[in-house]
């Protein structure tokens, strides 16, 4: 089992900035992926950015050169989201996930920006 926890969520005005953060314990060892999606309103949830163990990154068209992923270290214990000039359509619930034997989720934290 994998528990993930974010914090960092709020309401900023567009443009603004907002970090996001996933703590993650349990059987971390196991995570060989962990990333963040959103939902929006009314629309399916989206991979935002993601990052593998190794340290590889991906992210999705709309938020390239805005938003970067990290993790702490090699070992699983935090994944962050750095979201830069953010857009009212950035506006969702940031969802920290994990992916290991399953998939795991974190229970979503509220990004508002304001235009």
């Known amino acids: 089992q994998v528990q993930l926890v974010e914090s960092g969520g709020g309401l900023v005005q567009a443009g603004g900035s907002l970090r996001l953060s996933c703590a993650a314990s349990?059987?971390?060892?196991?995570?060989?992926?962990m990333g963040w999606y959103r939902q929006a309103p009314g629309k399916q949830r989206e991979l935002v950015a993601s990052?593998?163990?190794?340290?590889?990154?991906?992210y999705a068209d709309s938020v390239k050169g805005r938003f970067t992923i990290s993790k702490d270290n090699a070992k699983n214990t935090a994944v962050y989201l750095q979201m830069n000039s953010l857009k009212a359509e950035d506006t969702a619930v940031y969802y920290c996930h994990a992916r290991a034997a399953y998939n795991y989720w974190g229970q979503g934290t509220q990004v508002t920006v304001s235009s």
């Open positions: 990052i593998t163990s190794g340290g590889n990154t991906n």
């Open positions: 349990g059987n971390i060892f196991s995570i060989n992926v």
